[in-house]
């Protein structure tokens, strides 16, 4: 079982950046496609990035294309999230996810329902004030 700890959150102006940073523990991630997801109360948990196991496929909601970017280091057994040009909207609780399987790169429907996770991160707030 992996264990996956968010850091990085905050209270930032509108227009402003955060990195977030997904630790994993337990074992390695690095055969696993990784994702960010956010939720705010009273909304269901909602998808905003992935990254294949090799890094070399990405996938982002609309609202964050261009300003978001998902990267990560396997020899550090981590993912990131750079966000930029933060707006009010993308105030939530921001969680990190890892595929239940190895080597594959879900489909974006898959990707949307969160079928393909296998675990959790507790999640860290990101505030963005206007």
């Known amino acids: 079982q992996v264990q996956l700890v968010e850091s990085g959150g905050g209270l930032v102006q509108a227009g402003g950046s955060l990195r977030l940073s997904c630790a994993a523990s337990g074992r390695t991630v690095s055969t696993n496609a990784m994702g960010w997801f956010r939720q705010v109360p009273g909304k269901e948990r909602e998808f905003v990035a992935a990254?294949?196991?090799?890094?070399?496929?990405?996938y982002y909601t609309d609202s964050v294309k261009g300003r978001f970017a998902v990267s990560r280091d396997n020899n550090k057994n981590t993912v990131y999230l750079q966000m930029n040009s933060l707006k009010p909207e993308d105030t939530a609780v921001y969680y990190c996810?890892?595929?239940?399987?190895?080597?594959?790169?879900?489909?974006?429907?898959?990707?949307?329902?969160?079928?393909?996770?296998?675990?959790w991160g507790l999640g860290t707030q990101v505030t963005v004030s206007s």
């Open positions: 996810a890892a595929d239940r399987i190895s080597f594959r790169w879900p489909s974006t429907v898959e990707f949307r329902i969160a079928s393909w996770v296998g675990s």
């Open positions: 990254i294949a196991w090799n890094g070399g496929l990405t």
